[in-house]
């Protein structure tokens, strides 16, 4: 297809920008990290607690 | 999280546990981007006792005198679930005594070489340590001659062979 040439150029650019975007998240300090975690953590267990009614408590920290 | 390895550290001076290194999930997120885990891992040594038997009962019983709960195979110290794990290997146990020295905020603390980590995933060989073996190689910077000797030491040098062949081709 004509587009294909496009396409394939465009996801491309895609998956470098995402693997760019994870070697700066790789890159950060191991404290924001884990500030990051926290906040997947708590994610998860909103989702967990919506799909399987079971939620795991995210870490408190201070 | 602080306030956990501070009391990791105390159990080290306490001579309860000799030395100590995180690794798992966690120390992988240390080289790499945040992935959702919610173990702290923990790798020892202890120190040399009369049994050849290895028991984590030193270990609960400090925790517990000192306020922390065991909850399952977990123990929880200040808001962290923390896993404690035998050196169970001669590869873990290198690489508990070479481990790296970090600070997290104003507190010292060991994470597991980058290298040895891949080691033990590889030797491990669940399908998240597959995965997660990919992750760092493409996020973490490798030393490729420390990673080479330490896999022909534990010889594990045809599984990751192996292992760049199925995933990368080579």
């Known amino acids: 297809m004509a587009n294909d040439g496009l396409n394939l150029k465009m ?42 009614g079971v939620r795991r408590t995210p870490w408190k920290i201070t | 999280m602080e306030r956990t390895l501070k009391v990791l550290n105390q159990l080290e001076r306490r001579r309860v546990i000799t030395r100590y290194a995180i690794g798992g999930a966690i120390a992988m997120l240390f080289y790499s981007e945040p992935v959702l885990t919610y173990d702290l891992d923990v790798f020892f040594l202890l120190p040399p006792g009369p049994s050849a038997l290895v028991t984590l009962k030193p270990i609960y019983d400090w925790l517990r005198e000192k306020g922390y709960p065991a909850e399952k195979e977990h123990i929880l110290i200040e808001g962290v679930p923390v896993q404690f794990i035998p050196a ?20 010292k603390t060991r994470v597991l070489r980058v290298e040895h980590l ?12 597959r995965t997660r073996i990919t992750q760092i190689l493409e996020e973490a910077s490798v030393d490729e001659k420390a990673l080479s000797d330490i896999l ?19």
């Open chain 1, 11 to 52: 996801s491309e650019r895609l998956f470098h920008q995402k693997r760019q975007r994870r070697r700066g998240l790789a890159a950060l300090s191991f404290e924001r990290k884990i500030a990051l975690l926290i906040q997947l953590q708590h994610m998860a267990s909103e989702i967990d607690g919506v799909v399987r």
């Open chain 2, 88 to 107: 169970y290997n001669e590869l873990v146990t290198e690489a508990v005594e070479k481990a790296a020295e970090i600070k997290f905020k104003r507190t």
């Open chain 2, 118 to 129: 891949l080691a033990i995933m590889l030797q491990t060989d669940r399908p998240k340590d």
């Open chain 2, 152 to 170: 022909e030491r534990h010889g594990l040098q045809e599984k990751w062979q192996a292992f760049r062949k199925l995933y990368y081709g080579e």
